[in-house]
């Protein structure tokens, strides 16, 4: 799913391109992408860009007349800027928005449609889809400790939580208890005041450092490369591969469709954190440590 890096990059490679434009159409093919009945669709053909901004991890196509669209790209809706007119793909193309200097597509490579397409007369209407997170990039110290201690969660989940978090998924979020050094595991609540400080200024460094890198590899290119699995990365998607930082094989929790990384190591002081699946399957053989898992796996 695109997070609030990516997203940052693409809100703003649609804003010097269309800014100022005219939307001409929107043509949609994706059968379970529009999600509101009225205002129709049609109502926003012709009607002048003012803005574009993030919202969560939506992004906003602010028009004329108070109008605006909404779009969800969920796990694998993606965006393209191709030439004005351009075809949609019959496999993947869900939608297409005809400006005058080139058209944005919007695709998913995925059979289920989750990506969503908002359309709404009203701005206000739009705080209907802001779950309430705060911006971790913009949170003070005190507003950051406020949201992760407002539940009782574990770090991972208090951080992909969007009604916490702004913007945050499961690439990130790996990433950002890495450099932090705190294991997923950890709650929130029981984060004291140096943990607290250092996960707040991991967030903000992680997040920065790769909004200004996808910026920097894209230059003038609209993003094509939009994926959760990026070299560089220190644990997320890199089971098995040496922590960039200590050389110990990164680790995994699995869910239903997706996975956690992390380094036992730096994290969580050599204990390995049970896999729902296998330790289930494994029970009383299931390595607790780092060191039992290599002696089995030289056994």
């Known amino acids: 799913m695109p997070e609030l890096p990516d997203l940052d990059v693409y809100v703003e490679h649609l804003q010097r391109r269309i800014s100022g434009g005219r939307l001409l159409r929107v043509r949609v093919s994706g059968w379970n992408l529009l999600r509101t009945a009225e205002p129709a669709l049609e109502g926003a053909h012709g009607r002048r860009v003012e803005g574009v901004r993030r919202l969560g991890k939506r992004i906003v196509i602010e028009m004329e007349g108070r109008w605006a669209l909404a779009i969800h790209l969920m796990i694998s809706g993606r965006l393209h800027w191709k030439v004005p007119g351009v075809a949609l793909p019959k496999k993947t193309g869900l939608a297409a928005f005809d400006f005058e200097p080139g058209s944005l597509l919007l695709t998913e490579a995925s059979s289920k449609q989750r990506a969503a397409l908002h359309v709404f ?44 978090f702004a913007g945050i998924g499961n690439s990130y979020s790996d990433e950002i208890l890495h450099r932090a050094r705190l294991s997923p595991f950890k709650r929130g609540p029981q984060l004291d005041a140096e943990e607290r400080a250092r996960l707040h200024a991991a967030v903000v460094s992680v997040l920065t450092e790769w909004r200004d890198r996808l910026r920097a590899q894209s230059a003038d290119d609209f993003p094509e490369k939009v994926t959760a699995f990026r070299p560089g990365m220190a644990v997320h998607g890199r089971y098995r591969q040496p922590c960039p930082d200590c050389g110990a094989p990164v680790q995994r929790v699995r869910y239903v469709e997706n996975e956690m990384n992390y380094c036992a190591r730096c994290q969580t002081g050599g204990r390995l954190l049970a896999d729902r699946g296998l330790s289930r399957l494994l029970r009383d053989d299931w390595p607790r440590t780092l060191e039992e898992l290599e002696e089995r796996r030289r056994g």
């Open 121 to 164: 007369d009203d701005p206000s209407r739009l705080a209907d889809l802001d779950a309430g997170g705060v911006e971790p990039l913009v949170a003070s110290e005190r507003d950051f400790a406020r949201a992760l201690t407002r539940e009782d969660h574990t770090l991972k989940r208090t951080l992909t939580d969007p009604r916490l």
